[in-house]
């Protein structure tokens, strides 16, 4: 309560510009109807197409907003840029899984405000915000990727100056600020950096921050969907450390429910949930049926070919098992997110919900 009261204090005597598009901003200065740009605490935002309509009070917003923080701070931070209180943003700085969110919010307000001068030439912008971009943190950083993403080029034939480096992002990725491993998962996506795959997917299972590891994933997943869920049914199954097996679960939560093989994938991992022998099965592979020699045999003066057949099988079988009940809880977690079906606790109820899934998408003979 501290805080609100104080940001009110700080919030009483600013506007919150209000567009004809909809679209709200903090003024750092007093906005006027029908202007068509407005001063932030951030930099400008251009409004030439998008004219100044009204003013509200900056207070009464974060306000009215206030309840929803307590109960779901990801809403509450998206609520918050969609109404401009860009100050109220900045003074948070969560942890865990809501400081995604969080920063999203922010980056989506800061690709309509413009930090540098107009005087800075085009071919310089991008490389003068990503070196800011490097010096700050939480919400600031997070407001310049907003603009990066805007600035830079897309495409392999973009000019060197209007994109950023991959050794850059690479090196942002492998960072020890987390901040900056999210700011490079998004940025790599904007660019379609597909070089990175390798190095996002290890991210993706390896980024203890949240934050990162989404970035990372959704970066995957953006330029490369069905390698991206691959990945991760194999890191689920195959990861050595349960964090990263979870994480694996997560993102298939997150990013696999238009494939129906992720469900398949989370069933058969859950049934191996609490097997004692040697695990569940997965095959992946083909069988090839070759002839490959003759027997021949001599009756009535006829001679007859019996061919051998041998059967050749190419591919991989992996062991599933669960170890623990905290990834159980995961994969069934997973499932009901992607399904928005709960059938029951245990493995063999969604096994019983798979066959009537099954069932019923079958063909009617």
Not at 277 to 301: C, H, K, M, P, R
Request: glycine share 8%; aromatic share 6%.
């Amino acid at each position: 309560m501290l805080l609100i009261s104080t940001l009110l204090l700080t919030l009483s005597a600013q506007q919150v510009a209000v567009f004809e598009s909809g679209a709200r901003i903090e003024c750092a200065k007093s906005a006027t109807v029908g202007a068509r740009s407005v001063e932030t605490p951030a930099g400008v935002w251009d409004a030439s197409m998008d004219p100044v309509a009204a003013v509200a009070d900056a207070a009464e917003e974060l306000r009215v907003l206030a309840p929803l923080k307590q109960l779901d701070f990801a809403a509450w931070s998206h609520r918050a840029a969609e109404r401009g209180l860009l100050s109220a943003l900045l003074a948070e700085d969560p942890k865990g899984s809501a400081r995604a969110a969080w920063l999203d919010a922010l980056a989506g307000l800061g690709a309509h405000i413009d930090p540098l001068s107009a005087k800075v030439d085009r071919d310089e912008r991008v490389e003068e915000m990503w070196k800011r971009m490097q010096k700050a943190e939480g919400g600031r950083c997070a407001l310049l990727v907003g603009r990066i993403e805007v600035e830079v080029s897309d495409g392999a034939t973009a000019a060197p100056g209007r994109r950023v480096g991959l050794a850059d992002l690479r090196r942002a990725l492998r960072g020890r600020d987390a901040d900056q491993r999210w700011a490079a998962g998004r940025l790599a996506l904007r660019q379609h950096e597909t070089s990175m795959l390798h190095a996002l997917r290890d991210a993706s299972f390896e980024d203890d921050e949240p934050c990162g590891s989404m970035a990372a994933a959704a970066a995957l997943y953006g330029m490369d969907e069905d390698r991206a869920l691959g990945w991760w049914v194999l890191g689920m199954w195959r990861e050595r450390s349960q964090d990263s097996r979870i994480r694996a679960v997560r993102h298939l939560a997150e990013f696999g429910a238009s494939e129906p093989a992720v469900v398949d994938a989370l069933v058969l991992t859950l049934s191996a949930d609490g097997y004692r022998g040697a695990g569940a099965y997965a095959f992946f592979g083909t069988q090839i049926t070759i002839v490959s020699d003759f027997d021949v045999e001599v009756a009535l003066a006829s001679a007859i070919a019996d061919p051998n057949i041998t059967t050749l099988v190419e591919g991989a079988v992996l062991s599933v098992r669960i170890y623990g009940t905290t990834m159980a809880g995961e994969v069934r977690g997973a499932l009901q997110k992607i399904t928005g079906a709960d059938p029951g606790p245990k493995a063999s109820d969604w096994k019983r919900w798979q066959k009537q899934q099954q069932a019923a998408a079958a063909p009617a003979q």
